[in-house]
């Protein structure tokens, strides 16, 4: 999966301004918007770059029978509960 475009990257940006502080309880002010941003790419970079990794790490047969899609759902979805618990 291609990293995200600079759309997707704003998008994510604006909505981790809006959310991230409600989700989590947590504010960040000390965080300029640039700042911010370069944490956003980061993350991306660091997806596209372990991408051939994590569907590595996936057992067959789920990692045969899973698109990408329902590979990075699935991803979304541990990671979210791991947030929720920590």
């Known amino acids: 999966m291609a ?3 600079g759309g997707d990257r704003d ?5 981790v301004q809006r959310r991230l502080p409600r ?3 947590e504010g ?3 965080l300029s918007v640039a700042d911010l941003r370069a944490a956003i790419d980061a993350v991306d970079d660091w997806a596209d770059s372990n991408a051939a990794s994590f569907n590595t790490a996936i057992p067959q047969p789920a990692r045969g029978v ?8 699935l991803l979304l979805y541990v990671v979210a ?3 929720e618990v920590a």
């Open 28 to 30: 960040f002010t000390s």
């Open 66 to 73: 899973l698109s990408a899609k329902q590979k990075s759902w």
């Open 3 to 5: 990293a995200l475009s």
């Open 81 to 83: 509960r791991r947030a």
């Open 11 to 15: 998008a994510i940006e604006r909505a």
């Open 23 to 25: 989700d989590t309880g």
